[in-house]
C-alpha cells in the first residue's frame, strides 16, 4: 500500500468534517434536524450499533447530509450498504443429533400422556361454555369499553402579536422541496425534505421567507399550533413570511402579504 495515499474517510469522517468546515456545533445540528446528539455523536464515530433500526439510520445520516451541504441521498445510500439494510440473512441449515433410544419415553406412556391432554383441554372448553352461557348482558353492556375520545385540534394564538417569539417547524407530510431565505437573498436551507422531517427556522433569522414547490405536503407549525396549508394543491409558493406573527395573522386571515406563486426549482 502507498504510504503517500490517505485513508479513504468514514461517512461520519466526512459529515464530521463537513460540519466543522462550516462552523456548526452538534448542538446545532440537533436543533435544525430535530436528532438527539447522541445519535450525532454516533453517526460521527461510526458507531452504527448505538443506533435505532437501518432505516432510522439511513434517514439521519441524509438529514446530517443536508444541513452540512452534503449529498443526502448519497449519503443515505452509502449508509444503507454499509448496514447491510437491502441484505436477506442465507438460510443456514440446522442439523439435530439422533436422539438416544434409551432416553425416549415408553409407547404406552407417551399415549397416556396424548390422553391427559386431550380430557385437559375438552375440560377447559366445558368450563369456558358454563361461563359464557352465565354471563349477564347488562353487565357486559356495563364492562364495555367507552368510546375513544376524538383529539381536538390545537387551538391557534390568540391574536399575531401572542406568536411573537414563538419557534416555526416546517415538517414533511409527504416528499417536498423548500427553500428557505432571508429577505434579499441569502439561502438558509434549500433541500428536499422525506415524509416525517422536520427543519426548524433559526431563531437568528430577521426576515425568513418560504419557497415551496407542494404546499399541500408542507405542516407549519407556530409553538404548538398546527396552521393550514399555505396555498392550494400542486401550486408552487414563494416570498411567504416565516416570521411566526406574520403565519398566523395569514391564518386568521388578518391582512399579512399573500403567498406569491413561484416558479418550480
Known amino acids: 500500500m502507498d504510504q503517500d495515499q490517505a485513508p479513504a474517510l468514514t461517512v461520519g469522517e466526512r459529515l464530521k468534517q463537513a460540519r466543522e468546515a462550516r462552523g456548526i456545533t452538534l448542538d446545532e445540528i440537533a436543533s435544525q434536524t430535530r436528532i438527539p446528539v447522541r445519535h450525532l455523536q454516533h453517526i460521527e464515530t461510526g458507531d452504527w450499533e448505538a443506533l435505532p433500526a437501518a432505516t432510522y439510520s439511513v434517514g439521519f445520516a441524509r438529514s446530517y447530509a443536508g444541513a452540512v451541504g452534503l449529498d443526502g441521498a448519497e449519503i443515505g445510500a ?3 450498504e454499509l448496514l447491510g439494510a ?3 440473512p442465507a438460510t443456514v441449515a440446522e442439523y439435530y443429533e439422533p436422539a438416544d433410544p434409551a432416553r425416549v419415553p415408553p409407547r404406552a406412556l407417551a399415549i397416556a400422556a396424548a390422553v391427559i391432554a386431550v380430557l385437559l383441554v375438552i375440560g377447559y372448553l366445558v368450563f369456558r361454555s358454563g361461563l359464557d352461557g352465565d354471563t349477564d348482558p347488562k353487565q357486559a353492556e356495563t364492562t364495555a369499553p367507552p368510546p375513544a375520545v376524538q383529539p381536538q385540534p390545537p387551538a391557534q ?10 419557534p416555526v417547524t416546517l415538517t414533511a407530510i409527504g416528499e417536498v422541496w423548500l427553500r428557505v431565505y432571508e429577505q434579499g437573498g441569502r439561502t438558509i436551507a434549500e433541500r428536499t425534505l422525506a415524509p416525517g422531517e422536520s427543519f426548524q427556522i433559526p431563531a437568528t433569522s430577521a426576515q425568513p421567507l418560504l419557497r415551496v414547490g407542494a404546499p399541500e405536503s408542507l405542516r407549519v407549525t407556530v409553538g404548538q399550533t398546527v396552521l393550514p396549508p399555505l396555498g392550494p394543491p400542486g401550486q408552487p409558493i414563494g416570498n411567504v413570511s416565516l416570521r411566526p406573527e406574520d403565519l398566523v395573522a395569514r391564518a386568521q386571515g388578518a391582512t399579512a402579504q399573500p403567498p406569491v406563486p413561484g416558479p418550480g426549482r
Open 78 to 80: 452509502e449508509v444503507r
Open 86 to 88: 437491502n441484505r436477506r
Open 157 to 166: 394564538p390568540a391574536s399575531p402579536q401572542a406568536a411573537a417569539g414563538q
